[in-house]
């Protein structure tokens, strides 16, 4: 069931295998063919969003708080509109007043007045970075000059950048209409608690009263941010005939779309977004940015605006994931069975609220069969940017407590740590906390392959260098996906999807169609539409395009199926239901025609076929992974270094292989960044004082090992190919994984992200002090 | 507003003349001005590489060098990396090997990866690594793009 699928180079599917019952054989499915797009993205000609050129296009800049929480006391424009070459200047107050307006955007409600805020203040400003005013002119330069003439007037207020420090009492307030909500009622006093989460499963006390063993410890991580290469960018053309038409770097059209007439209080029938082809987003380009000010600058000058950020503004003025203060406590018998576990979770959410508290709240246990639990947790605002969904959002925080609690639980009892997880791992039937129960999932399997792996079978030698294992969850979504196909007269099949492609989804779709419709991945054409050409499909994220929109193309293939089948029993002569499908080939007794045979003739039987789906799964998919690390650490410095990497995933079923792995390699080494270096370092005025990459400093190829990727299948019974989705577990469990690898390495436990050079040396003096 | 400056180079074997002003980066007047804009922009300070280009055979940071700099220079762009119609090994790797999710740092690791092998048709992985570290990925995790120039060095040896 487990395929160890790097380095080797596997080009041909799998013969037989079993999907919810149905033996299948697979003739495209879990091949590896070049993706459609790729010539134009190895080659330069791809149109990312900054290469939108067009006649007239002026540029445009914003200008950022310089503090980290103050009140606008006046804004004056006047000397930046003289400026020869600018055509427009903007304030939050050229947007509507929108006070407590709520949208539901799909994947949960926003509060429009705070969405709005983020993209330009209004009154005060929460976090350094944020937009206060923006400009457009003939070239980015007069634009950035233009910025230096607008005089805010500022008045300073204390800031708040450590979400312990937020909760107190006597804590700087950020939003004087902010109540605390706590099991459905609002606290009385404006507080920095946007809201108390609150799941409890069985009996804790009595469970932590059986326990043989219990621990109990308290974790820290730091903001980071997403890191996607390509900052954010918007062109919006406001035309004459009042459509804004909006190119795009975006994870979801639609949701951008949306947004932004929200904002600007328009129909969505009067805006357009193109999404360009983009450079990243990791769960960060899904909440709008420059869109409205783009377009409310292109409103006021009359042509097409283009704006792009620079790097520090991405850092700054762009979400990062929540700073989290995560205590966890697990109890268990001698031989290793948990029996309760309590969490307790503190997220910042920025500036505003709506963090990432209730995923981490669900995934804090989410690996483990606990009979008795409690987790209580606080979504937080301070003076930071507003965070934003970094891959499996909140879950890379409660794992990296909940997996190191493990550990050291298993050090503790003297059992394996991948026997202990098996012990309990959850499974089919296991009640999470939050109240789900999990249909078929692939944990033990994902462990198994773990335990039977080179990797964690082979011996680790040498001095300073430890090994060490972690799990790690998220849910995959499902949500709304829409596509069309058009069958062309030579057998190959145009397909048109919602999704945003970021990392081949064009491919892991079209493969879906090609599978069902018995054609070549080669055959399918997809391409991406704008939001007047292909139906509503919600964002890129969630681990959902190969699932969900894959689902889609499933069904567009049915569709079509039965669209040729009544092709064929017209020239046949006889009724569509006495035509059978198999392997591209309709029969009706001893007649046969292949699909292209068909599609040859379909002008002679009626026209186009033209098949189309619109699909809204319900449920997660279940995405478990365990990775291994070892490492070794500099005793004279603290550094550590990755000598060796393997991450195991649950795949449900892998449809292009070599983007699995991708998934993998990726997510681990995101998650390698976040535990080993990656930080927003602030001041004592509540400054990021590391807002570039040199400064911010990810990982690069020469820091990192290559990383060895397992894909396990248990197929997932709600996708008629078994898809679980991919993208986001593997940044749950490096975390942990490198914390366990550094304590046999060095001795020390650290309990705080990132576990960088001074922190592991530091760990490690004061260990030696004592002894 | 400043006077322009004249300058005349040659790009993808191409003579190529621009006015630009003095303030204008090598990136910006490939992008903006000659609409070459597979070379892309992540940060217009040097840290990541998106931008590389081949200046007189060397790899540099287009965003680094002002585009005055380049009178009288030889400059290679991803758009010219291709020989006519047939792709480069390394681009052929590099899809080859899945080496690319978003894409967006690919451009600037192909001409990255295009001058070490000039200089260094067999790198070891360390080398790889090495020269390399000047361009970010945040999507791969590097594993594939490192195989995909190991692929394409060897491609290479072949050909030779
Ligand atoms: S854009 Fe030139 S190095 Fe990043
Ligand atoms: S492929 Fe996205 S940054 Fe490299």
Request: with cysteine; net charge negative.
């Amino acid at each position: 069931m487990a395929t160890k699928t790097s380095p080797d180079k596997k080009k041909t599917g799998k013969a037989a295998d079993t999907t919810n019952g149905e033996p299948q054989a697979f003739k495209v499915i879990g091949t590896r063919p070049i993706r459609h797009d790729g010539v134009d993205k190895v080659t330069g000609r791809a149109i990312y969003g900054a290469d939108v050129q067009m006649a007239g296009l002026v540029h445009g800049r914003i200008l950022r708080s310089p503090h980290a929480h103050a009140r606008i006391k006046a804004i004056d424009m006047s000397a930046a509109e003289k400026m020869p070459g600018v055509v427009a200047v903007v304030t939050g107050k050229d947007m509507p007043d929108l006070r407590d307006k709520m949208a539901d955007l799909g994947e949960g409600t926003v509060n429009l007045a705070h969405l709005g805020a983020n993209c330009l203040a209004h009154g005060k400003v929460l976090y350094k970075g944020q937009a206060v005013a923006a400009v457009a002119a003939t070239s980015p330069h007069i634009a950035e000059e233009a910025l230096k003439k607008i005089k805010v007037e500022y008045e300073p207020l204390p800031a708040v950048t450590w979400v312990l420090d937020a909760m107190k009492d006597d804590a700087p307030l950020l939003h004087d209409n902010v109540f605390t909500s706590e099991m459905g009622k609002l606290g009385k006093q404006p507080s920095n608690i946007a809201v108390h989460l609150h799941f409890e499963k069985g009996d804790v006390e009595k469970g932590f009263a059986e326990a043989d063993v219990t621990i109990e410890r308290e974790y820290k991580t730091a903001s980071v941010h997403q890191g996607y290469i390509e900052p954010h960018v918007s062109t919006a053309l406001w035309n004459h005939d009042c459509h804004l038409t909006i190119w795009t770097s975006t994870q979801g059209a639609f949701t951008a779309r949306q947004q932004t007439a929200e904002l600007l209080q328009i129909a969505i029938s009067q805006v357009t977004v193109v999404p360009c082809e983009i450079g990243g987003g990791f769960g960060g380009k899904i909440s709008v940015y420059l869109e409205p000010v783009a377009a409310i600058l292109s409103r006021k000058c009359g042509r097409p605006v283009k704006m792009i950020m620079n790097r520090n503004e991405v850092f700054e003025g762009t979400g990062p994931t929540p700073g989290s203060f995560v205590r966890v406590k697990l109890g268990a018998k001698k031989d290793g069975r948990l029996v309760a576990g309590e969490a307790w979770l503190a997220y910042d959410a920025g500036a505003f609220p709506g963090g990432m508290i209730g995923p981490g709240c669900m995934c804090v246990f989410s690996c483990y069969d606990l009979p008795n639990a409690r987790v209580d947790g606080y979504d937080v605002v301070l003076n930071k940017p507003k965070t934003a969904a970094y891959r499996a959002p909140g879950a890379t925080q409660a794992a990296f407590a909940c997996e190191s609690v493990i550990d050291e639980l298993a050090e503790k009892l003297g059992i394996d740590p991948i026997e202990l997880r098996l012990k309990n791992a959850a499974r089919e039937g296991t009640r999470r906390v939050d109240g789900p129960t999990y249909p078929r999932v692939g944990l033990v399997e994902t462990l198994e392959a773990a335990r039977n792996s080179d990797h964690w079978r082979s011996k680790l030698t040498g001095k300073n260098r430890g090994r060490g294992i972690a799990c790690g969850y998220w849910f995959n979504i499902g949500l709304k996906s829409s596509a069309a196909a058009n069958v062309n007269p030579d057998g190959t099949v145009t397909l048109v999807e919602g999704s945003t492609d970021i990392g081949g989804t064009r491919t892991s779709v079209a493969m879906q169609l090609a599978e069902t419709l018995g054609i070549a991945a080669e055959d399918v054409h997809p391409q991406v539409g704008d939001t007047d050409s292909v139906g509503y499909t919600d964002v890129t994220g969630g681990s959902r395009v190969t699932f969900a929109t894959g689902l889609a193309a499933y069904e567009v293939g049915l569709d079509i199926r039965r669209q040729m089948a009544a092709r064929a029993a017209m020239l046949w002569e006889c009724k569509p239901e006495e035509v059978t499908f198999a392997d591209g080939v309709f029969r009706r007794g001893d007649k046969s025609t292949s699909f292209k045979e068909l599609a040859g003739k379909m002008h002679q039987t009626g026209g186009a076929v033209v098949g189309r789906a619109t699909v809204d799964p319900e449920g997660p998919s279940h995405g478990f992974g365990a990775h291994i690390a070892d490492v070794e650490v500099d005793p004279d410095t603290g550094k550590v270094t990755v000598l060796r990497y393997t991450a195991l995933q649950d795949a449900g079923r892998a449809i292009h292989p070599s983007y699995v792995e991708g998934q993998m390699q990726g997510g681990s080494v995101q998650g390698i960044g976040w535990a080993l270096n990656e930080e927003y370092f602030y001041d004592d005025s509540g400054r990021m004082r590391n807002a570039s990459y040199l400064d911010y400093r990810m990982p690069t190829a020469f820091d990192l090992p290559m990383i060895d990727t397992i894909i396990v299948e248990v197929p997932n019974p709600a996708h008629p190919y078994g898809v679980r989705g991919v993208g986001e577990t593997p940044i749950v469990a490096p975390p942990a994984a490198l914390a366990a690898a550094i304590y046999r390495a060095a001795g020390v436990r650290l309990r705080e992200l990132p576990m960088a050079p001074h922190r592991v040396w530091t760990a490690k003096k004061m260990t030696n002090d004592e002894c | 507003m400043v006077k322009k400056t004249h300058v005349s180079t040659t790009i993808n074997g191409e003579t190529a003349e621009f006015l630009c002003e003095p303030r204008q980066s090598l990136l910006e007047i490939l992008r903006d001005t000659l609409e070459l804009t597979g070379s892309k922009e992540g940060c217009n300070n040097g840290n990541c590489g998106a931008c590389t280009v081949l200046m007189d055979g060397l790899p540099v940071n287009s965003c680094l060098v002002l585009a005055v700099e380049a009178e009288g220079a030889t400059i290679t762009t991803i758009e010219g990396i291709a020989e006519q119609a047939h792709l480069h090994p390394l681009q052929q790797c590099f899809l080859e090997n899945a080496a690319l999710q978003c894409g967006i740092c690919t451009p600037g690791f192909i001409v990255a990866a295009k001058a070490l092998l000039d200089r260094n048709p067999k790198p070891t992985e360390h080398d790889i690594r090495f020269e390399l570290a000047g361009n970010l990925c945040r999507c791969t995790g590097y594993d594939k793009i490192v195989r995909a120039v190991q692929d394409a060095a060897a491609a290479l040896e072949g050909k030779h």
